[in-house]
Every structure is written in structure tokens, then in C-alpha cells.
């Protein structure tokens, strides 16, 4: 869909409107993102307008970016961080109109997917997430800003998760009643990462926290990884948030969408590729305790999901975008079946994470 935008946000990195396509591109459901295309055949860019109903301080964000693409900048030049593209005053953003704008070096020859299709696929993408993550293995996470205060804190969810129980009426607590047995048995994957928080050699890292598959590019013709894209969210935390969030978006071939649950089972040929994938590049720097919690990391971000929909469910659909009432508590149905597959299947995961450690 070719749009037009505001002219001084095109002004603001020095193009003009009248020589310029604009396309919408993109599917996720955060930030508008555009393809820009100068009429003149220079290389193009991809221009997003931040959304700040979520990212609070968006300059957080390009802090952040700049800081890590200085240190990468002199430790490992090769690699492709995609920073954003200065403005023709130099700075990181465009503040236009109260909107908040940043540019991005369009990547050629490659791809984004909103679906894996090939166990390749998510070990190409488990790679580059363990990539970035190794290669800022000794840069000092508490130099950067939480863009998101609280994101992945388990903690956090759980209690608001009790707060929105205790203000429920009655009719949604009777609808959720399974589910809400289920919130509370499952308590002790909480208890079981705070008995685990504060040891030495289970360190906050740099970490992506949003690691579907869409925000991996790969190589248009060979599938191969390229970089990792969508930076909003880098910020501290620890290595359960990526590795966590692939277990709970690579290895059932249904998203949290699905309403049929005998649908959601795991794949055992992508949690395969993509432990061998993120292993590949963490393995040599993962601390004892973070090896122990591999597997768990997969319970921790899945429960944590499961605990935000039920949350947004019974707080009546504030957060999530649905298109029928019942839409956040199937979603939480969904992800509580993602968990209890993650269960039944816990020696053979564990068997494979086992045999890629060595």
C-alpha cells in the first residue's frame, strides 16, 4: 500500500515527498513501519514511527542502539548491527509533530518470515540471536536503559495477574475457572526461577526479548542468517528472555491464535535446530547455572504469556488486540497447552539440549 507521509518527516533525513515511494510494509503490530524508495535509484530505507503507548521513552531506544553500536563498532566490525540512520541534524530520531520517526539501512537480498516452514530456518534464527548475544558477551548490560521497565519480570505478571483476579466480576472468573487453576499450579515456575535469581553465574546480559522469527533477516536465495532486526526492546535480562521466547514461537506450528487445541503440539525436529543454532554461538560462554535452565526457559516465558492473556482477559481486553470477547482467554488456553507439551516432553527436549552441550 503506497502512502503518503507528513513532508517534514521525509525533510527531517533530507527527501523530498514528491521524490519519494512510501510502501507500508510489515506485520508487526507495535511500530508503523515504512519502505522508502527515492525516485533517484539510491539504496532504500525503512522509516518507523515509534509507537509511545509502548516504548514510554523512545529515546531510551537510540541510546541504547548507539551506545552498543560503538562497542560493536571496535570489536567486531564485520558483523551487520543495523543502527538507524542519522537525521540531517545528526541526531538518532526525528521529532516531528509529538511523533517520534527513526531511519533504517534497508538490507538487500534478503527476507523476514511470519511463519518458520523448515527446521533450517529456525536454526539460522536461533544463531543470529546467540551471535548478538556472544558478541556482547563482555559489554556491560548495566550501561543500557530497560526500554520496557518490568517486560520479562515474571514477578511483575504474576502479580498483576492477582490484582486483575481480585477486581473480576464473577462471570469472567466462572468463564476462566480451568485456566485460572492452571495460573496458580503453575506458580511454582515463579518460585522456581526467584530460588535461582540472585546466584553469581546467572548474569543480566544484553538481550533482544523479542526473538519471533520475523525479526531475523535471512538470505533471500540460501536461507542462511543475515542479522537480527528490531532493536526496540535490547535492553538487560537475563538469557531465559530470547532463548525462551524462540521455545514459545518456533516449535508449535500454530501461534497463540489457535483456537484448536489438540493443534498445539511441539516439533521436535525445530526445538532440535534451533538448541543446535543458539547453542552453536552460546555454548562456549553460558555460565553452569544457565545451562541447567535452558529447558526452563521455555516454561518461564510460556507461563509468563499465559499469565498476560488470562491478565487482559479478565481486566476486559485492554492490551491485546482481539476481534471476539473470549480471544485473550483462548489465547491463554493456547499457551497453557504450549506449556503442558513442553512437560510431556521434558526428557527428550532435555536429552537434546544434553547432547549439544557436549
Same mark, same amino acid.
Given at each position: 500500500?503506497?502512502?503518503?507521509l507528513?513532508?517534514e518527516?521525509?525533510e527531517?533525513?533530507g527527501?523530498?515527498?514528491?521524490?519519494?515511494?512510501?510502501t507500508?510494509?510489515g506485520?508487526?503490530?507495535?511500530?508503523r513501519?515504512?519502505?522508502?524508495?527515492?525516485s533517484t535509484?539510491e +539504496? %532504500?530505507?525503512?522509516?518507523?514511527?515509534i509507537?509511545?503507548s509502548?516504548?514510554?521513552?523512545?529515546?531510551?531506544?537510540?541510546?541504547?542502539?548507539k551506545?552498543?553500536?560503538?562497542?560493536l563498532?571496535?570489536?567486531?566490525?564485520?558483523?551487520?548491527?543495523?543502527k538507524? *540512520?542519522?537525521?540531517?541534524?545528526?541526531e538518532?530520531m526525528?521529532?516531528?509533530h509529538?511523533?517520534?520517526w527513526?531511519?533504517?539501512p534497508?538490507?538487500p537480498?534478503?527476507?523476514s518470515?511470519?511463519?518458520l516452514?523448515?527446521?533450517k530456518?529456525a536454526?539460522?534464527?536461533?544463531?543470529?540471536?546467540?551471535k548478538?548475544?556472544?558478541?556482547l558477551d563482555k559489554?556491560? !548490560?548495566k550501561?543500557?536503559?530497560?526500554t520496557?521497565?518490568?517486560?520479562?519480570?515474571?514477578?511483575l505478571?504474576?502479580e498483576?495477574?492477582?490484582l486483575?483476579?481480585?477486581?473480576?466480576?464473577?462471570?469472567?472468573k466462572?468463564d476462566? $475457572?480451568?485456566?485460572?487453576?492452571?495460573?496458580?499450579t503453575? %506458580?511454582?515456575?515463579?518460585d522456581?526461577?526467584n530460588s535461582? !535469581?540472585?546466584r553469581?553465574?546467572?548474569?543480566?546480559?544484553?538481550?533482544?526479548?523479542?526473538? %519471533?522469527?520475523?525479526?531475523?533477516?535471512?538470505?533471500s536465495?540460501?536461507?542462511e542468517? *543475515?542479522c537480527?532486526?528490531?532493536?526496540?526492546?535490547?535492553?538487560?535480562g537475563?538469557?531465559?528472555?530470547?532463548?525462551?521466547?524462540?521455545?514459545?514461537?518456533?516449535?508449535?506450528?500454530f501461534?497463540?491464535?489457535e483456537?484448536?487445541?489438540?493443534k498445539i503440539?511441539?516439533?521436535?525436529p525445530?526445538f532440535? !535446530?534451533?538448541?543446535k543454532?543458539?547453542l552453536?554461538?552460546? $555454548?562456549s560462554?553460558?555460565t553452569?547455572?544457565?545451562?541447567?535452565l535452558?529447558?526452563?526457559?521455555?516454561?518461564?516465558i510460556?507461563?509468563?504469556?499465559?499469565?498476560r492473556?488470562?491478565?487482559?482477559?479478565?481486566?476486559g481486553?485492554n492490551y491485546y488486540?482481539?476481534?471476539?470477547?473470549?480471544?485473550?482467554l483462548?489465547?491463554?488456553?493456547?499457551q497453557?497447552?504450549l506449556l503442558?507439551?513442553?512437560?510431556?516432553?521434558? +526428557?527428550?527436549?532435555?536429552?537434546?539440549?544434553?547432547?549439544?552441550? *557436549?
Amino acid at each position: 500500500m503506497e502512502l503518503n507521509l507528513d513532508s517534514e518527516v521525509l525533510e527531517a533525513y533530507g527527501y523530498a515527498k514528491e521524490n519519494t515511494k512510501i510502501t507500508q510494509i510489515g506485520t508487526g503490530l507495535i511500530n508503523r513501519t515504512y519502505l522508502l524508495s527515492p525516485s533517484t535509484g539510491e +539504496k %532504500k530505507y525503512i522509516l518507523q514511527n515509534i509507537n509511545t503507548s509502548v516504548f514510554k521513552s523512545p529515546q531510551a531506544i537510540a541510546d541504547n542502539l548507539k551506545i552498543i553500536a560503538n562497542y560493536l563498532s571496535f570489536t567486531s566490525p564485520d558483523y551487520l548491527f543495523v543502527k538507524p *540512520v542519522s537525521t540531517m541534524r545528526g541526531e538518532e530520531m526525528a521529532h516531528i509533530h509529538h511523533e517520534y520517526w527513526r531511519m533504517l539501512p534497508f538490507v538487500p537480498n534478503t527476507i523476514s518470515l511470519d511463519v518458520l516452514s523448515d527446521p533450517k530456518q529456525a536454526y539460522e534464527a536461533a544463531k543470529q540471536f546467540g551471535k548478538l548475544s556472544r558478541l556482547l558477551d563482555k559489554f556491560d !548490560a548495566k550501561t543500557l536503559q530497560p526500554t520496557i521497565p518490568g517486560f520479562h519480570d515474571l514477578g511483575l505478571r504474576y502479580e498483576q495477574f492477582m490484582l486483575a483476579l481480585n477486581q473480576a466480576n464473577e462471570t469472567l472468573k466462572q468463564d476462566a $475457572k480451568a485456566q485460572l487453576s492452571d495460573a496458580l499450579t503453575h %506458580k511454582y515456575i515463579l518460585d522456581y526461577y526467584n530460588s535461582y !535469581a540472585h546466584r553469581k553465574d546467572f548474569p543480566d546480559r544484553v538481550m533482544h526479548h523479542d526473538t %519471533k522469527i520475523s525479526n531475523v533477516l535471512l538470505d533471500s536465495e540460501t536461507n542462511e542468517g *543475515v542479522c537480527v532486526i528490531d532493536l526496540d526492546t535490547i535492553m538487560p535480562g537475563k538469557f531465559i528472555s530470547d532463548l525462551g521466547d524462540m521455545m514459545r514461537t518456533y516449535l508449535c506450528a500454530f501461534s497463540e491464535n489457535e483456537a484448536d487445541l489438540d493443534k498445539i503440539k511441539i516439533r521436535l525436529p525445530y526445538f532440535e !535446530a534451533m538448541i543446535k543454532g543458539y547453542l552453536s554461538e552460546m $555454548k562456549s560462554i553460558l555460565t553452569e547455572t544457565e545451562k541447567e535452565l535452558i529447558l526452563f526457559s521455555g516454561k518461564y516465558i510460556i507461563y509468563m504469556q499465559a499469565l498476560r492473556f488470562l491478565t487482559d482477559f479478565l481486566s476486559g481486553n485492554n492490551y491485546y488486540p482481539t476481534s471476539y470477547p473470549t480471544q485473550n482467554l483462548d489465547r491463554a488456553k493456547n499457551q497453557f497447552k504450549l506449556l503442558y507439551e513442553l512437560s510431556v516432553n521434558e +526428557k527428550e527436549l532435555q536429552d537434546i539440549i544434553e547432547e549439544n552441550l *557436549v
